[in-house]
């Protein structure tokens, strides 16, 4: 492993269904965050975790959760999922500790998602 | 919280020519903004970043400029090459201590004509 590893690559997903999207890194890196990608919105924060054992939530939380078990996984859970949610999510991580305050965010190669 | 705006949504340029994408942000307290590039199918990249205490930096043919009294900052590439052919995205954040929270912009694709 090199960086960060998502897993599945890609999903189709009847709705309804449980969904756990995989993240793993290798660069102990602290903070570690999902965001979704939808086209002309950009990339939106879902939740993050700044720590293993402390998460948080981001700009579009609902429907989604994950944990923080350890340094290097964090998976993001559907619990229930719905069309609204196919997108391509992105999990990512970062340094928090940089002396220069900068949070450079390393991205995994993403997860595409189609909920029918 | 934050609300970061950026424009234009698509910009077509012939090689050669420069490009310039724009972004606003809302939180005065932002101090932290970078620049991803994002190629078909890949995963982001940082491409660049600028601290408030600067107001341009310059990295080979890509700089960014930052104006913070008008809370607006932007991405300037010279000489383009169809390999800046990507989507673009802006980012502000608070800084070190506010959770590092990065708000994206909505993306730009940049398409260099050959």
């Known amino acids: 492993i090199a960086g960060i590893t998502q897993a599945p690559t890609s999903q189709i997903l009847a709705a309804g269904r449980r969904m756990t999207l995989r993240c793993t890194q290798d660069m102990r890196h602290n903070a570690m965050y999902w965001y979704r990608q939808d086209l002309g919105l950009g990339l939106r924060l879902i939740h993050y975790s700044n720590t293993a054992g402390t998460t948080g939530k981001g700009e579009v939380p609902d429907g989604y959760s994950v944990s923080r078990a350890n340094t290097d996984d964090f998976p993001l859970t559907l619990a229930s999922a719905v069309p609204s949610q196919t997108s391509v999510y992105f999990c990512?991580?970062?340094?928090?500790?940089?002396?220069?305050?900068?949070?450079?965010?390393?991205f995994g190669a993403g997860s595409r998602l189609t909920v029918l | 919280g934050e609300n970061v705006e950026q424009h234009p949504s698509t910009l077509s340029v012939q090689e050669g020519d420069s490009a310039v994408i724009k972004c606003t942000y809302s939180d005065s307290a932002s101090n932290y903004f970078p620049w991803y590039k994002q190629e078909l199918g890949k995963r982001p990249q940082l491409i660049i970043d600028?601290?408030?205490?600067?107001g341009e930096k310059k990295d080979q043919r890509i700089a960014v400029t930052l104006n913070k009294t008008a809370k607006h900052f932007s991405l300037h590439i010279t000489e383009t090459q169809p390999e800046d052919s990507a989507v673009y995205f802006c980012a502000a954040a608070p800084g070190h201590n506010a959770g590092n929270m990065l708000t994206f912009g909505g993306g730009t694709r940049l398409m260099v004509k050959p």
């Open positions: 990512a991580s970062s340094d928090r500790g940089r002396p220069s305050g900068a949070n450079v965010l390393t």
């Open positions: 600028i601290r408030s205490n600067v």
